[in-house]
Each structure stands twice: as C-alpha cells, then as structure tokens.
C-alpha cells in the first residue's frame, strides 16, 4: 500500500538505492518483524534550509543545508554533519539511514540522522565558514537538542566547527548546551578518544576479522582510500601492528610504496599537501591504478560508491574494511563475494567514532570525564561484542557480515518500534 517517496529518485548504485537493496536483503531474516520494514524505508523526518551568509567581499552567498532524521525508535537521532560540494538530500538520507543500522548494531540507544551542507568549504574563508556554520545550525536548531538529535562531525568538519555549533544552539536556547553536538574540543566537553575513535574501530573489527582469516597482520599489503581523520588513523594503528601500507590516495592523488610508506613522514605532509606532497616517499601514479595495487586489506575510507563492479573485479585484497559510509555499491558486494573477498561492512566497522560520541554524550550529562584508557578498553569491548554477534549471526544464516549486521540491527530497530505502537 505504501507509496514510493516523491521527493528522491534513487538508482541501483546511488546512496539511497544502495541502502534500499540492503534492507531489501534482510528482510528474510526478519521474521514477523518483517510487517514493520516499510519504516526503515523512508525517513521519518527531513528539513531543508536555505543558507545564506554576506561573503568577505560583501556579496550575498546562498547555500542549500539539510538535516534528516531517519529513525527515533530507540532513542534521540545521532549522526554527522558533512561539508561537501556534492552533498545532495538524498545523500544525507541514506547516510542517515545507515546511522541508524550502526547504531543498532553497536547497541548504542540512538537512533540514526545526518545533515549536510552544500559547499566547498576549502573555498571559504575561516570567517565566513564560521557563518556557514552558525547559520546553518540556527537554521536546524527547531528540530536538534541534546534529547532530539545530537550532531558529530563527518567529512570536511571538525572540533572547531562543533564548537561553534554548541555555541550557536547555547545562545539560541540560553544557557550552555555540551550534550547538543559530540566531537567538541577536550576543555568544552569533548571527550578523549573521539578523534581517533573512528580508524580505532576500522582497527580493532579489521584485526578481528584478520584473525578469523588466519591473516597475518605483520607484513599485510594495506591499500587505503582516503587520508583524513578515518583512513589516517587506522593506516597508523595497523602499521603499529606490523602491516605495510603500500597505497594510500586522497584527493590530490595517488602514491604507492611496495615497500611500504613511511607514515611518520607521509601523516603530517599529507594534512598541509595532501599524500602527493610525499613524492619523496612513493611513486604517484594515476588514480584508476590504486584498485589494482597488489593487497591483502583494501580500506575505503573516503565517500559512497568507490568500489563498482569493476573495482570490485580488480582488487587483489582478501579483507575490506570499509572505514567510509557507503563505498560499496550492490553489484560489487556480489561480486566480492563470489571472489571470496570477506567485507567488514560500514555499519559496523566505522561505528567506533559514534560509539564514542556515545560516551561523550554521556560524560557531558553526567559531568564527570574518563581517562583515555578506560575510553579505549570500552570502546574495543563495545566494538568486539557487536562483531562476535553479527559473526554468530553471519555463520548460523551463511549469510554477508552485511546483511548479518542489517539483521541484528533492524531485529532492534522493529522490535522497538512494534513495541512503541504507532500513533495515533
Ligand atoms: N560521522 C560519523 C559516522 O558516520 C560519526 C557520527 C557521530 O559521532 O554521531 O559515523
């Protein structure tokens, strides 16, 4: 009975059409739940604004905000915030959708959100990325709070943009709102570990899975697409443990190293240059070429649909962790399978960063902060349940890590949904 959505025109490998697939594939696993999936298929809330700040030269710039709520039925909405000239309402509707799959499947009591603004922000002045920033946030202050939805950063954004938010939305309301957004500075609420949390959590399921394999980390070929604050991180954590990084590209290229590249060097060069700034260290060699480098671990860690088909034909990597939101279109999740290539998928492989907004969210309310250690030992404890169930899951199924994750996950979701009724 339920009409399509008018207001988005999904494709096969589009955000949205991706997401729709992966819910379409659980929904035998579902069981009388399985009344309740039109939910999950449409977002329950989603606001579009209008932008506009006076630009340093005087003139009047306009751009196009959005906020989606996906689901609330267990608890406040909780996602990122992403800058990004290509962001699309569509877009930030499946990215809020897939909020709302990862925080089920850690367990976390959130729903899931996202928001988004269309702009380039590397085109923008520190002043005027503020005004974006404010603006934007007085604009979606009607629908966010501390108990409705709390933003985080995403791509593009930062602590310094969360701090501005938190400001904007204190002012708006009076008074001084911490738990709004998650992701802020250490001394305004912030908690220790959110930064690196994200490429902790592709570290710790990546070295799980791994060991499933009975894959060596030390010595392991990594290939990583994408070289901010995801991909960085876990490139490190995985080094530590004795793997080469011997790919990294980032949006000004492409550098490879067979050897493996020196991240003592290449981290701090790529945050000013991006990775090319590093010739010294690698050879840079032509986009399309970085799907075909010699690997065991492929992390994605950029933005959605990077592995199609045909990337999906080429890789020589056993283990994909996808530390990005989305990178795997349907086709090319077959198509991996079919090679044999295990997939830790997005929803619960990146949930690290969420998890510990979670615990900053909590830390702000409760007032009292913890220490890094206790943070990190939660963190891998959260993180290390979630995958053994999905596994468990994946075995008794024969079923995709994937759809077992989507199946733990919307098993939560539904059941918290029948139970809360529908109202009226
Ligand atoms: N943007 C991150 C994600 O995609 C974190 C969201 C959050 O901490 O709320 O999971």
Same mark, same amino acid.
Request: with cysteine.
């Given at each position: 009975?339920?009409?399509?959505?008018?207001?988005?025109?999904?494709?096969?490998n589009?955000?949205?059409?991706t997401?729709l697939?992966?819910?379409?594939?659980?929904?035998?696993?579902?069981?009388?739940?399985?009344?309740?999936?039109?939910?999950?298929?449409?977002?329950?809330?989603?606001?579009?604004?209008?932008?506009?700040? =006076?630009?340093?030269?005087?003139?009047?710039?306009?751009?196009?905000?959005?906020?989606?709520?996906?689901?609330?039925? !267990?608890g406040?909405?909780?996602?990122?915030?992403?800058?990004?000239?290509?962001?699309?309402?569509?877009?930030?509707?499946?990215?809020? $959708?897939?909020?709302?799959?990862?925080?089920?499947?850690?367990?976390?009591?959130?729903?899931?959100?996202?928001?988004?603004?269309?702009?380039?922000?590397?085109?923008?002045?520190? *002043?005027?990325?503020?005004?974006?920033?404010? !603006?934007?946030?007085? =604009?979606?202050?009607?629908?966010?709070?501390?108990?409705?939805?709390?933003?985080?950063?995403?791509?593009?954004?930062?602590?310094?943009?969360?701090?501005?938010?938190?400001?904007?939305?204190?002012?708006?309301?009076?008074?001084?709102?911490t738990?709004?957004?998650?992701?802020?500075?250490?001394?305004?609420?912030?908690?220790?570990? !959110?930064?690196?949390?994200?490429?902790?959590?592709?570290?710790?399921?990546?070295?799980?899975?791994?060991? #499933?394999?009975?894959?060596?980390?030390r010595?392991?070929?990594?290939?990583?697409?994408?070289?901010?604050?995801?991909?960085?991180?876990?490139?490190?954590?995985?080094?530590? $443990?004795?793997?080469?990084?011997?790919?990294?590209?980032?949006?000004?290229?492409?550098?490879?190293?067979? +050897?493996g590249?020196?991240?003592?060097?290449?981290?701090?060069?790529?945050?000013?240059?991006?990775?090319?700034?590093?010739?010294?260290?690698?050879?840079?060699?032509?986009? =399309?070429?970085?799907?075909?480098?010699?690997?065991?671990?492929?992390?994605?860690?950029?933005?959605?649909?990077?592995?199609?088909? =045909?990337?999906? *034909?080429?890789?020589?990597?056993?283990?994909?962790?996808?530390?990005? +939101?989305?990178?795997?279109?349907?086709?090319?999740?077959d198509?991996?399978?079919? #090679?044999?290539?295990?997939?830790?998928?997005?929803?619960?492989?990146? $949930?690290?960063?969420?998890?510990?907004?979670?615990?900053?969210?909590?830390?702000?309310?409760?007032?009292?902060f913890?220490?890094?250690?206790?943070?990190?030992? #939660?963190?891998?404890?959260?993180?290390?349940?979630?995958?053994?169930?999905?596994?468990?899951?994946?075995?008794?199924?024969?079923?995709?890590?994937?759809?077992?994750?989507?199946?733990?996950?919307?098993?939560?979701?539904?059941?918290? !949904?029948?139970?809360?009724?529908?109202?009226?």
């Open positions: 009975m339920s009409e399509k959505l008018s207001f988005v025109n999904p494709t096969a589009s955000p949205w059409g997401y697939s992966q819910v379409d594939r659980v929904v035998p696993y579902l069981g009388p739940l399985a009344r309740w999936v039109e939910t999950l298929k449409r977002p329950k809330r989603a606001l579009i604004v209008d932008v506009p700040i =006076e630009m340093d030269d005087g003139t009047i710039a306009h751009f196009e905000g959005y906020r989606v709520q996906h689901n609330m039925s !267990r406040p909405g909780k996602g990122g915030v992403r800058f990004h000239p290509d962001v699309t309402l569509e877009e930030v509707m499946a990215l809020s $959708a897939w909020m709302t799959i990862k925080t089920a499947a850690v367990n976390l009591p959130y729903g899931g959100a996202k928001g988004g603004i269309r702009v380039d922000p590397k085109k923008l002045s520190l *002043q005027e990325l503020e005004k974006v920033t404010r !603006r934007y946030t007085s =604009e979606i202050g009607i629908i966010i709070g501390p108990h409705t939805d709390i933003p985080a950063p995403d791509v593009n954004t930062n602590a310094q943009i969360m701090a501005w938010m938190m400001d904007t939305y204190s002012m708006n309301v009076g008074g001084t709102a738990g709004v957004v998650t992701g802020k500075p250490l001394h305004l609420g912030g908690s220790l570990g !959110r930064v690196k949390a994200t490429g902790r959590g592709v570290f710790v399921t990546g070295r799980e899975a791994a060991r #499933r394999l009975g894959m060596d980390l010595g392991a070929r990594i290939a990583v697409q994408g070289f901010g604050n995801v991909g960085s991180v876990a490139a490190e954590l995985f080094a530590e $443990a004795g793997a080469k990084i011997v790919a990294v590209q980032d949006h000004t290229g492409t550098i490879v190293n067979s +050897n590249l020196d991240l003592a060097k290449l981290v701090p060069i790529s945050r000013t240059d991006g990775v090319v700034g590093f010739k010294a260290g690698g050879d840079i060699v032509p986009n =399309e070429d970085f799907w075909g480098v010699a690997c065991d671990i492929l992390i994605p860690a950029a933005l959605e649909g990077q592995i199609t088909a =045909e990337r999906a *034909q080429r890789t020589t990597a056993k283990l994909v962790l996808e530390g990005a +939101n989305g990178p795997t279109v349907p086709v090319a999740d198509i991996l399978a079919e #090679r044999g290539v295990l997939v830790v998928p997005d929803v619960i492989c990146n $949930a690290g960063g969420v998890t510990v907004s979670y615990f900053e969210w909590v830390q702000d309310f409760s007032s009292f913890w220490d890094e250690d206790e943070i990190n030992v #939660r963190l891998d404890r959260i993180m290390m349940n979630a995958l053994n169930q999905i596994w468990d899951t994946a075995d008794k199924h024969k079923i995709s890590l994937r759809t077992a994750t989507y199946a733990v996950a919307c098993e939560r979701i539904l059941m918290a !949904r029948q139970e809360r009724g529908l109202y009226p």
